[in-house]
């Protein structure tokens, strides 16, 4: 069983940028995959990034990519999604993720609303 707290949006300008961050709870931390999923109103949930467990893989959905960069520090338990360059486009409640490696179950954060101005 896996808790995850996200943090960190909030209303920024376009052009700026945000840090988000979600802490997790729950043994075997790097048995996780990692990843951000992001929905905006009206719209279907959207994968935006991933990280392995060991960190050593990421993957980036076309649209955020050379803007966003995900990361993950294994000591505190802890995935971080660092987003550059913001478009009003980014706007969303973004959610973080964890599968399990193990039985490839997944468990979900409440999200974050990130809201982009122009």
């Known amino acids: 069983q896996v808790q995850l707290v996200e943090s960190g949006g909030g209303l920024v300008q376009a052009g700026d940028s945000l840090r988000l961050s979600c802490a997790t709870s729950?043994?075997?931390?790097?048995?996780?995959?990692m990843g951000w999923f992001r929905q905006a109103p009206g719209n279907s949930r959207e994968f935006v990034a991933a990280?392995?467990?060991?960190?050593?893989?990421?993957y980036y959905a076309d649209s955020v990519k050379g803007r966003f960069t995900i990361s993950r520090d294994n000591a505190k338990s802890t995935v971080y999604l660092q987003m550059n360059s913001l478009k009003p486009e980014d706007t969303a409640v973004y959610y973080c993720?964890?599968?399990?490696?193990?039985?490839?179950?997944?468990?979900w954060g409440q999200g974050t609303q990130v809201t982009v101005s122009s």
């Open positions: 993720n964890a599968h399990s490696l193990r039985v490839g179950s997944d468990y």
């Open positions: 729950g043994r075997s931390f790097s048995n996780y995959a």
């Open positions: 990280i392995s467990g060991n960190g050593g893989s990421t």
